[in-house]
């Protein structure tokens, strides 16, 4: 049996533990290791902004379905995101050039490559793969004519690798039987 002075080191020695497992926890997040999962709910202007975050740090490729690419942060951060060199695409509702025909040609002047698929049903959510390794889930809120559509939620999940190959998978798989819309 310890005496107090033993079990005072016991204590001790399982604090210190501790302390040593929140270090390295922030040290492992800091350098970006391990999963993290976010959800963001709307706020008068919706979650736009936080999807135009997450392009905006991207550094090799952007894969984005989405009804209608409407919100005008979304634009923004993907055809910057086209002006520093990384890869995006888009796969949108057949009826997007129609609701926004504008965005759609600044995008492709841009270089995004929007892809529509004119046999599948409307596309209600907008899903996204960002560099490999952040996958961002939303529900799309239409607005009236004239009116952006907005993001009511998003689920952002990072470092979760099942998720981005299951993502990866259905693009790759839609875009097989979809259209270039600019296409010649």
């Known amino acids: 049996m310890l005496s107090i002075t033993g079990w005072m080191l016991v204590a001790t ?19 970006g290791f391990g999963s993290n999962t976010s959800i ?32 005008r942060q979304v634009v923004e951060s993907l055809i910057n995101a086209c002006k520093k060199g990384v890869h995006v695409e888009l796969l949108i509702d057949p009826a997007a050039p129609k609701v926004c025909p504008g965005e759609c040609e600044m995008l492709r002047q841009a270089g ?14 907008t899903q ?17 004519p004239g009116e952006p559509d907005g993001l009511d939620n998003l689920t952002v999940l990072k470092g979760q690798p099942e998720e ?8 790759t798989t839609h875009k097989g039987h979809a259209q270039n819309l600019f296409a010649p």
């Open 164 to 171: 981005v190959n299951q993502f990866r998978d259905f693009f």
């Open 13 to 31: 020695g399982f604090t210190g533990a501790l302390s040593a497992r929140f270090v390295f926890d922030l040290l492992v997040k800091k350098a």
């Open 128 to 144: 996204a793969l960002i560099d490999h390794k952040t996958v961002a889930l939303g529900a799309i809120r239409s607005g009236a």
């Open 112 to 125: 995004a490559t929007l892809l529509f698929d004119p046999d599948h049903s409307p596309i209600v959510g």
């Open 40 to 71: 963001h709910l709307a706020p008068a202007g919706g979650t736009s902004s936080v999807l135009a975050g997450l392009i905006a740090k991207a550094r090799k490729e952007v894969l984005l379905i989405i009804p209608a690419p409407r919100a």
